[in-house]
């Protein structure tokens, strides 16, 4: 595998970093490098948005997930499909006609600068830690194609992503995308049905064990992932930028409603994989091998290899996303600029910091940068989607709106940084676990506090 796979990963990137440079003329403001122009069509944004949501964690974080709970690990993707009906029948629309840029745009838009600079600052920080944390899975992916760790290859895919995300901006994220998302989709297509075809001595009991709840997954676990989860899908920074990129509100709309709709069939296969491992594989043939690692090592070479580049192409199209996305959330809504040199600048600073950080194998501060997230679903989610919805009906008073964002990202810090404080305090271990779904009750009821006054005339 190793030769033939250098090779196509060679013609691989090389594709992609064509794609950036044929970009690179078409760009003329911010908006085409940040939003691609605000102009694009419905299958144009439902791929991207599908390739965005699909990455290390909905493929082999998911394919891991269900190994080890049963089929119930569907729901942390289904529930993503749940968020993005859920955002084209509530809020899509209402999102795309604010004409923002960027999620803190939208933000400073409907409360004021001072929160879109909070949101600003939350999402660019913890997203080097996103960023870093594909990364990581990406250099896991080519050192098993390759039989080695090899840190110049992994260097230079990282170089090629950070490039073409920063000559060509969002327009060839949008189109790299498109081509990702289809290699993603044959790949683990072919996978799931070669494994099912060929080699079906448990089929039967595969079958006969999917269910949606069983003891490792309880309706309590229902109730968190479907805020904590969908919550993110719903209206998160890097799904609503896909609203943002959008021609008007009704592709918008239509485009979540589409994607999140796939999104349940893409679950249900990634799933079927972990179910087929789960049943064919014992622990010590896993010996701490990835599920979907594992299943490309005994596929015959050319699965394995449509396998290998679909979990790459789910990690790439995650990643470049994340990478333009931050970069013009600093440049835009800290820096205050609509500078298409100073994104370019940042995108390739963030790619530095990020690549240095994986390589480096800095797991602490990747952590410690990806848990800063945390803040953002507990804190965030509920009152933006109160400001949303009162834009224009009712006045929000700032400070108890300000106040609903603290308190919820409070419990979220507490959970993701200090729970070994909290057990000192006699906190049961049980409902720490629990903290950043407490915040996110805990921040919607403040915020909607924040509305309390005489309707807008």
Do not use: C
């Given at each position: 595998m190793n030769t033939f796979f250098l090779w196509a990963l060679i013609i691989y990137i090389s594709v992609?970093?064509?794609?950036?440079?044929?970009?690179t003329k078409k760009i003329k403001s911010f908006n085409d490098y940040?939003?691609?122009?605000?102009?694009?069509?419905?299958?144009?944004?439902?791929?991207?948005?599908?390739?965005?949501?699909?990455?290390?964690?909905?493929?082999?974080?998911?394919?891991?997930?269900?190994?080890?709970?049963?089929?119930?690990?569907?729901?942390?993707?289904?529930?993503?499909?749940?968020?993005l009906i859920l955002q084209s029948l509530i809020?899509?629309?209402?999102?795309?006609?604010?004409?923002?840029?960027?999620?803190?745009?939208?933000?400073?838009?409907?409360?004021?600068?001072?929160?879109?600079?909070?949101?600003?600052?939350?999402?660019?920080?913890?997203?080097?830690?996103?960023?870093?944390?594909?990364?990581?899975?990406?250099?896991?992916?080519i050192s098993f194609a390759l039989g080695k760790n090899s840190k110049f290859i992994f260097a230079l895919v990282s170089a090629v992503i950070v490039i073409y995300t920063l000559i060509g901006g969002q327009l060839s994220v949008i189109k790299t995308d498109r081509l990702q998302f289809y290699i993603i989709v044959i790949g683990v297509i072919i996978c799931c049905a070669y494994l099912y075809?060929?080699?079906?001595?448990?089929?039967?009991?595969?079958i006969g064990n999917i269910e949606l709840l069983n003891e490792d997954y309880r309706p309590i676990n229902l109730f968190t992932q479907f805020f904590v989860i969908g919550g993110v899908f719903f209206l998160g920074p890097d799904i609503i930028s896909r609203n943002?990129?959008?021609?008007?509100?009704?592709?918008?709309?239509?485009?979540?409603?589409?994607?999140?709709?796939?999104?349940?069939?893409?679950?249900f296969v990634i799933t079927m994989i972990g179910m087929w491992v789960r049943y064919n594989v014992?622990?010590?043939?896993?010996?701490?091998?990835?599920?979907?690692?594992?299943?490309?090592?005994?596929?015959?070479?050319?699965?394995?290899?449509?396998?290998?580049?679909?979990?790459?192409?789910?990690i790439l199209s995650s990643t470049d996303t994340c990478i333009v996305n931050a970069s013009s959330i600093f440049v835009k809504d800290i820096l205050g600029k609509d500078s298409v040199v100073l994104v370019r600048i940042t995108v390739g600073v963030l790619g530095l910091i990020s690549t240095v950080f994986a390589i480096s194998g800095s797991s602490d501060i990747i952590t410690l940068l990806t848990?800063?997230?945390?803040?953002?679903?507990?804190?965030?989610?509920?009152?933006?989607?109160?400001?949303?919805?009162?834009?224009?009906?009712?006045?929000?008073?700032?400070?108890?709106?300000?106040?609903?964002?603290?308190?919820?990202?409070?419990?979220?810090?507490?959970?993701?940084?200090?729970?070994?404080?909290?057990?000192?305090?006699?906190?049961p271990v049980g409902l720490i676990s629990y903290f950043s779904l407490i915040g996110m009750g805990v921040s919607l009821a403040v915020s909607l506090l924040s509305l309390c006054g005489t309707k807008n005339n």
């Open positions: 992609f970093l064509g794609i950036g440079i044929l970009n940040a939003a691609a122009g605000k102009s694009q069509s419905g299958y144009a944004v439902t791929m991207t948005l599908l390739a965005t949501i699909i990455g290390a964690s909905t493929t082999i974080g998911i394919a891991d997930t269900v190994n080890n709970i049963g089929f119930p690990g569907i729901w942390w993707l289904a529930f993503g499909g749940i968020g809020i899509s629309e209402k999102v795309r006609n604010l004409d923002a840029v960027t999620l803190p745009d939208m933000t400073g838009k409907i409360v004021g600068k001072g929160a879109e600079k909070l949101i600003a600052f939350i999402i660019v920080v913890s997203w080097i830690g996103v960023i870093a944390g594909q990364l990581v899975a990406m250099n896991g992916i075809i060929t080699r079906h001595e448990y089929n039967l009991d595969i943002f990129i959008s021609k008007d509100k009704k592709t918008a709309k239509e485009s979540s409603l589409i994607a999140g709709l796939l999104l349940f069939f893409f679950a014992t622990s010590e043939e896993l010996n701490g091998s990835k599920a979907l690692m594992y299943v490309a090592g005994i596929v015959p070479k050319f699965v394995g290899i449509l396998l290998i580049f679909g979990l790459l192409s789910a848990n800063a997230y945390s803040i953002y679903t507990p804190g965030v989610i509920f009152p933006l989607l109160v400001a949303i919805l009162a834009y224009g009906k009712r006045p929000i008073k700032k400070g108890i709106w300000y106040a609903a964002v603290i308190l919820g990202g409070l419990f979220g810090i507490a959970g993701a940084f200090f729970t070994d404080t909290l057990i000192d305090l006699g906190v």
